[in-house]
């Protein structure tokens, strides 16, 4: 069975988490970082499957980035000081700009992935797309109550994202083959943890699954 049976489309938003030039080209943050961004390029092309059928059923889209203000009085110490350790300081200059600051060229989205007018853009200081913005108050405005949650990382933005929506009462779909972990080794792990108890975090599901509901969905609209 689907992930998402019966998909409401009126109800459902699909969340695309970080998919930056600071995360996924070189010169940006992660590259920056010495994390292999190869891996997080390779979810491109699933995630614009993604995007073209929930535009054609008519789901909500959401996309994130993470970043700061230019002065990044909206970062805190610790997590500058992490950056630094990670040989990535937030604000420091490379090729893409300011790394991990908004309005730089880093910290606009790749070109595969933009968003269409209208659909929501939020900018967050922190992991999780909850935190310090107003995306609880947009979805609630909507009528949003399912997230479909794709892009990078799994280990750290995505799990933040989908922990603080779990905890706000959404019904949570990850997918899979759309998420990329900065190391090999912490997919697999992230991923397990979110069906433990139950589906404690929601439910993994795989590309292929939620094309099938959705164009089905694309289809009644057409009629």
Known sequence: MSAISHLDSATTALVVIDMQRDFCSAGGYAHRAGLD??????????????????????????????????????????????????????GSAGPLGRLLVRGEQGHDFVPELRPWPGETVIDKPGYGAFHRTDLEARLTRQGIRRLVLCGVTTEVCVHSTLREAVDRGYA???????????QPELQAPALAMIGVEGGIFGRVAHTAELLADWQTAALARRA
């Open 172 to 182: 949570c779909t990850t997918v899979a083959d759309a998420t990329a972990a900065s």
């Open 37 to 90: 961004i190869a891996r997080l390029q390779a979810v491109v092309k699933s995630i614009a499957r993604l995007l073209a059928a929930a535009r054609a059923a008519g789901l909500t889209v959401v996309h994130t980035r993470e970043g700061h203000l230019p002065d990044l009085s909206d970062c805190p110490p610790a997590k500058l000081a992490r950056s630094v350790a990670a040989g990535a300081a937030i």
